[in-house]
Nanobody
Framework: EVQLQASGGGLVQTGGSLRLSCKAS????????IGWFRQAPGKEREGVSCISASDSSAFYVDSVKGRFTISTDNAENTVYLQMDSLKPEDTAVYYC?????????WGQGTLVTVSS
């Protein structure tokens, strides 16, 4: 059974930092791309960043480039999202995701709130 456990959210002031973690199980971690998405109140879910666990190639949406860094610990089957210089518009529930055997799997979400 595929499981994704996200953690690390919280309340932070503008300019602060948080590190999100996504612990994965139930599939071969090294062979897949893991993504972070977010959904702000009243808005659609959007992709934030993703990383290939095999070669660490990464993608970032323009709004977070230079502020967020995605990484993996393949020994721990964990993906991290280091978020620096946070802005109020980063406030959202953050979800990790993997596409495995032709379907999407989602973690339970972790809330990030950035106060102005």
């Amino acid at each position: 059974e595929v499981q994704l456990q996200a953690s690390g959210g919280g309340l932070v002031q503008t300019g602060g930092s948080l590190r999100l973690s996504c612990k994965a199980s139930g599939f071969t971690f090294d062979d897949h791309t893991i993504g972070w998405f977010r959904q702000a109140p009243g808005k659609e879910r959007e992709g934030v960043s993703c990383i290939s666990a095999s070669d660490s190639s990464a993608f970032y949406v323009d709004s977070v480039k230079g502020r967020f860094t995605i990484s993996t610990d393949n020994a721990e089957n964990t993906v991290y999202l280091q978020m620096d210089s946070l802005k109020p518009e980063d406030t959202a529930v953050y979800y990790c995701n993997v596409f495995w055997r032709r379907r999407d799997y989602w973690g339970q979400g972790t809330l990030v709130t950035v106060s102005s």
